[in-house]
């Protein structure tokens, strides 16, 4: 019941897809946390997968569970402003739009707070410094968001990009070094290229920042199109390498060419995001 009234017609959202999103991602990034353990660790996501998979599970430290945390905060914020936008709009918010937002919102903290007795030696400088890029991507964020226009439209996906890679490799000092870690940056950033290109209606509807809707379509085509170049010859450079991540590409090219399949209630929001875990396989 929650979820009828609000379908996949241009121009109008469907906030319980959305509503949905905020576990799915979060388990998505936790998922790919333990893929790029498994990787440093053995070299290859296939070698020993079940004792190896389990193992690096428990390699998982407080930090991890932190930027879990707010991933969380960051997509139930996200909903609850498009809640608001819509509701303003003449779509109703309901009471279990509310609740969703609340339940998730205070888990994290609850989560925290039970663990918090048993931590012992955390050094916050430390935590702080291994998160300083994410925060840079984050602030970065939140400052052409505040500037607006084609600026935002722009910089807001690469900034997206930048703080969920700088997130996920939070442990390596010196990421920018490491090729898998460029490869995953232009993985996200033509995530978010995407997902904005499903998008355009509900933005438009919305008055909402949207790339697509700012620059001209043959530009950002072009544009995906090196992203996509550049992140298959580093892919090819990098031994040992999984197949997975030609497997995405391709599940995103065929998103591309028939968008119909994947409207229907704006699965596409679910999919789009879950198929980066196909990245690091």
Sequence with gaps: MALRGNGASEGRP???TQALGIPWVAAVFLFLRVLLLLRFATGSIHAGVE???LNC???LQL???LLLSCCIWVYAIDFFKDGLRWDALGFSMRSWQLMWFLFWGLLPFLGLLLVAPFITGLDMKVVLGAFRWAIC???GYVLVQRIGGKISAMLGPICIAFSFACALFWAVEFPFQLNLWWQGFLVFWLNVLLMQWFEQDKDSASKSTNVWL???VRILIVLAVMLACVAVLL???ATPRGWGFPGLLLFYVLMVFWPSAWKPFRLYRLLIDGALVLWLL
Excluded: C, H, I, Y
Aim: glycine share 20%.
């Design 137 to 139: 991507g984050g602030l």
């Design 51 to 53: 004792g190896a998979f």
């Design 57 to 59: 599970f428990k390699q």
């Design 14 to 16: 469907f906030l319980g």
């Design 235 to 237: 892919w090819a450079m």
């Design 214 to 216: 700012s620059f001209e």
């Design 63 to 65: 930090a991890d569970f």
